[in-house]
């Protein structure tokens, strides 16, 4: 777990800027098919955080998935922010490329591993799961 007491980030285009505080819960490399399909990665990590611990200015356009979750994104520049679902309504996924120093987080597993890309090579020594542990 990351002990870092505020994180800033922001879009590509910089419309929307947000502030995390507190302590982290994770910071996770999620595998599954609907964040691969929704950024267009292999994977994306995820900075897993309550959801009083988040701010954002202005209020970014959000989209529901076919899982129920909501995803929010910037319209400008096309850019994922965040990823919230009803079955861990408490907490919000900060997408962790748009802070402003990803190098001062450190990631604590995989997740959905059975859906990894093959090609994907993880050297990192990480835990893989076929879900999200709590």
Same mark, same amino acid.
């Given at each position: 777990?990351?002990?870092?007491? /505020?994180? !800033?980030?922001?879009?590509? $285009?910089?419309?929307?800027?947000?502030?995390?505080?507190?302590?982290?819960?994770?910071? =996770?490399? $999620?595998?599954?098919?609907?964040?691969?399909?929704?950024?267009?990665?292999?994977? =994306?990590?995820?900075?897993?955080?309550?959801?009083? /611990?988040?701010?954002? /200015?202005?209020?970014?356009?959000?989209?529901?998935?076919?899982?129920?979750?909501?995803?929010?994104? $910037?319209?400008?520049?096309?850019?994922?922010?965040?990823?919230?679902?009803?079955?861990?309504?408490?907490?919000?996924?900060?997408?962790?490329?748009?802070?402003?120093?990803?190098?001062?987080?450190?990631?604590?597993? !995989?997740?959905?591993?059975?859906?990894?890309?093959?090609? =994907?090579?993880?050297?990192?020594?990480?835990?893989?799961?076929?879900?999200?542990?709590?």
């Amino acid at each position: 777990m990351s002990k870092i007491s /505020q994180i !800033h980030g922001k879009c590509f $285009c910089e419309k929307y800027r947000y502030t995390i505080r507190g302590e982290l819960k994770r910071v =996770v490399h $999620c595998h599954c098919n609907n964040c691969r399909r929704s950024v267009g990665a292999p994977f =994306v990590t995820w900075i897993v955080i309550k959801r009083d /611990q988040y701010s954002i /200015q202005p209020e970014p356009k959000s989209h529901t998935a076919k899982n129920k979750a909501i995803r929010t994104f $910037c319209e400008e520049c096309g850019t994922s922010l965040t990823y919230a679902h009803p079955n861990r309504s408490d907490f919000i996924d900060i997408t962790a490329g748009t802070v402003n120093h990803p190098d001062s987080l450190n990631p604590d597993w !995989h997740i959905w591993g059975k859906h990894k890309v093959e090609w =994907v090579r993880m050297n990192d020594h990480l835990p893989f799961y076929d879900i999200f542990p709590e």
